[in-house]
Structure formats: C-alpha cells, structure tokens
C-alpha cells in the first residue's frame, strides 16, 4: 500500500489511533506512580602499584593490575567482601545481595561500586561500605604468604560516594513515552486490521479494489434529503444539485458513443438510493433542456410515483399486458419536459415481464420520442429483474452506496451485469460523508449568469406543455437537441 493509503486509514480510525495512545499514557503513568522511587550512589577506586622502580617495573605493574581488575571486581560481590560492609552498616548481608554491583572498563585500572537502595543516603552508605571493604580485603589477599611486608597493590578512592539527588527509577519521562508509543502502535496495528476486515465500501479508494469503472459522481450525505428527496426541492446552487448536474456531464460524455438512449439505474441492495437517484438525474437532464421518459421499473417496490406524486395504479406492468397505450400512460411532471412511466400493479411475475419482447419494445419506441430514457431497476443482488433489464438498454448506472454495501456484495453484482454483457457506463457514489478522508466537496463558481438563460430556456418549453400529457407520438425533440 502507498502512503497515502495508510495515511487514508488512519484518518478514517484516527479516534481508536488516539483512545489506545490516551490509553497508553494513562497506564504508563498510572504504573510510573506505583512505583516506589530508587536511588544510585556510586563510589570509583582507582588501582595502582606500590613499587616505584624503573620504567620497565612499572610497565610490568601496569600489566599485573590490568591482569587483576577484573578479578577485583568478583571479588566485591563475594561474602568476604559483603559481609564486613553489612556488618558496618548494621543490616543482613542478604540485604546487600541484589543493591551492589562492581564493574570496570576495559584497558582500565578503576573499579566502580554501584549500590541503589529507596533511599539516597541509604544508597550512599551502602557503596562507601561496600569500597572500603573490598580496599581492606584486596590489601589482605595481596599480600606475602609470609606475612612479612605489604601489598603490591593498592587500592584507593578516587570518587566517595554521595547521596543522588533525585531518584534513577523510575524514568517518568520514558515511561510515559513508551506508553504513549506502544499505545499508538497499538492503535494503529487495529486499524490496519480493521481496514483488512472491513470489507464495506466507503469510498472511490475502495472501489478501486474490485472495478476500474469510471466514477461518474458523487452525492454527499444529506440529512434533509429525506424529508425533501427531490432535486426541485434543495437550493439550485447548493452541493446537492451540483452533483447531480455533475453526473449528468459525466453520463452524457459516457453515453456519447452509444446508439441506445436507455440507461438503466441499479444498485446491488436495495436502501443504497437508486431510486431517487434515477428520479433526481431525470430532472436534472429535463433542466438542461432535453426531452426525458423516467420509466419505474421496479416492479416489486415502486417508489417513483410515490416520490413524484403521481398515478402508481396504471403504469408500466399496464403498457406491457396491453391493456392501455403508452401514450395514455406517460405523466407529464414538472415544468420541463419530463414524462413520468410509473410501475402499475404488481404482477406475479415481473421478471418474466420485464424479460418479454414488449418491454423490449417499449425501450425503444421511447427512445424515438425522448432524448433521454432513464430506468429505476430493481436492487441486483436480490432478484434478477435488473440483470433482465440491461440486455435492452444502451448502458447501467450502478449506485453504491457508502457504508451500505460490501465489496463482495459488489463484485457479485458487477460479474452478475458481466455475464449478461451489459455496459457499465459508471458508478455513482451515494452517502458520501461530508468530513474525513472519503468526504466529498464541491467548490464551484457561481451560476447566476447562467440564470436568464435557464429562465428563458424554461419559459419556452412551459409554453410548448398543454394542460395534459400530449401523446407519445407527438412529443418531438427540441430543435437545438434534434440537431445535435
């Protein structure tokens, strides 16, 4: 994955990222307080030789020292050395064992005594007793077996030990940052796994994953958009409305090549919005000055006459077992020239129904007369009318929902059009969150300058409208569009 996308994933869990850190912080200094406080005194002992010979006598001595540090240094942990040194300071030898440590550096004749202990002057007293002793044992071990002259050694203190001034453990400061780091591992850890578990679609990243269909827009969530689910009804310079005037470039420069002026709106579950969707895009085809049929095709749940208003009883299913004309079906709507073809009665059968020659037929006898022919599909996923449906159309919209939709869901809708060998014009992505790293944002300029035209524009095809729904052979295309 490239930075970006770790950077997406972070932004998307960046309140688990900061709860586990909060997390890690609280523990690492709740844990820092329980901790009773140590503290470290150290005393140095310097080695040396007693003669004071020629040069090659003390080159000789250095060489012995060098040779016997080390063994000095095991030597202040054994009970000859830590004995006397307990019994000076009044405590148990045991007592001892575990606060003292000896070390001393290479090519070096220094040994240093280290003792930690709760308390600084404790820590103190404890490595003076523990120097002395081991100054007073090496003069004894060092010396003659005759008894009869001194050590060649001798040890002295170069560094006396003194109570620290603040304590050596704990390191709140690197405690608390080790918190805070493992909590931030942590956190990202989980959501790096939660993204691999999470197989939703929340955004165009995640529709990369399983199709390289072309976006056609997206429609940022809306919390009034279902209280007032049509386009008429938000701000005509609001984001809303641009979007859909966005997917309305965008599927006409993909519908450009095709010959079939049907395009088939789908989804793979139902509640990811195909519905207003489809409603929506007629509008905004209709306000650019084109002729359009919105066909309800959605047999088993029709929702376009509800959504617009109109006649549901006598619709589609109607056209298709021939017991009324298409032309004394079509609803006029609006103040454009959007004619409105709403489901009918729901039959028994309606994949069998929307799979017949008379549908086929229908498609096409309204793509004579519109400009545009737009179709509300059933979901893909549960029934198989959608799959019916985009044999007789020139392309498909598939409408994702964020959030609402799994890729598997997905992928399994997308080899369902495949198979059939329907053409994908694009996605459009619906519940866009208007914050965070899959927000959706529109900046554009303002359309006002636009308006007189658009006024005009509308004033002539309300003039062109009669009071009731002209019949389907009379309709004809705008001129400037019959041109094109």
């Known amino acids: 994955m490239e930075l970006s996308t770790y950077l997406r994933i972070l932004r998307r869990n960046w309140i688990m990222v900061v709860a586990f850190t909060l997390l890690g912080l609280v523990a690492a200094t709740a844990y820092t307080l329980s901790i009773k406080p140590t503290y470290t005194a150290q005393t140095k002992l310097f080695l040396a030789t007693q003669s004071s010979g020629s040069v090659g006598d003390l080159q000789q001595g250095n060489t012995f020292i060098q040779a016997r540090v080390q063994s000095y240094v095991e030597a202040a942990m054994t009970p000859a050395v830590l004995e006397p040194a307990a019994e000076s300071l009044g ?3 045991d007592e001892l064992v575990g606060k003292v440590t000896a070390s001393a550096g290479p090519n070096t004749v220094i040994i ?3 003792a ?14 523990v120097g002395e002793s081991l100054i007073e044992v090496i003069d004894e071990l060092e010396k003659p077996t005759n008894g009869t002259g001194s050590s060649p050694v001798r040890l002295s203190v170069v560094t006396p030990a003194a109570p620290p001034a603040e304590p050596s453990a704990p390191n709140n400061r690197l405690n608390i940052a080790l918190g805070g780091a493992i909590g931030l591992a942590l956190g990202t850890g989980l959501a790096l796994l939660r993204n691999v578990l999470d197989t939703k679609v929340r955004g165009e990243t995640d529709l990369q994953r399983v199709t390289d269909a072309p976006v056609l827009g997206g429609i940022a969530f809306d919390g009034d958009a279902t209280k007032k689910p049509l386009l008429t009804q938000a701000p005509s310079q609001g984001t809303r409305a641009e979007s859909f005037r966005q997917i309305r470039t965008n599927l006409q420069f993909a519908h450009v090549s095709h010959g079939s002026k049907a395009v088939l709106v789908t989804s793979s579950l139902p509640g990811e919005g195909k519905s207003t969707t489809a409603i929506n895009l007629a509008i905004a085809v209709a306000q650019g000055g084109q002729s359009v049929a919105l066909v309800d095709a959605d047999l088993r749940r029709s929702r376009v006459g509800e959504y617009l208003g109109l006649e549901k009883n006598a619709g589609l299913t109607t056209a298709l077992l021939g017991k009324a004309d298409l032309s004394e079906l079509l609803q006029h709507w609006g103040q454009d020239e959007l004619y409105v073809l709403t489901a009918g009665q729901t039959p028994h059968n309606p994949s069998e129904l929307l799979g017949t020659e008379a549908m086929k037929n229908l498609i096409l006898r309204l793509e004579q007369d519109f400009d545009a022919v737009i179709i509300d599909a059933p979901p893909l996923l549960p029934v198989t009318d959608a799959a019916v449906l985009a044999q007789h159309v020139g392309g498909v919209v598939l409408m994702v929902g964020s959030s609402r939709v799994k890729l598997p869901d997905l992928e399994k809708s997308l080899n369902a059009l495949d198979m059939v060998e329907a053409d994908v014009l694009g ?3 619906n519940f866009l969150p208007v914050k ?7 900046s554009y300029y303002s359309y006002e300058t636009d308006q007189p035209k658009a006024k005009k524009r509308n004033k002539k095809a309300a003039d062109r409208k009669n009071s009731r729904p002209p019949a389907l052979d009379s309709i004809e295309p705008s001129r400037d569009h019959a041109a094109r």
């Open 112 to 114: 240093s005594i280290v």
């Open 91 to 93: 405590k148990p030898v």
């Open 427 to 429: 996605v459009v992505l």
């Open 116 to 129: 930690t202990d709760s308390s600084a002057v404790q820590a103190a007293a404890i490595a003076q007793a």
């Open 436 to 442: 965070g790293p899959d927000a959706y944002a529109y």
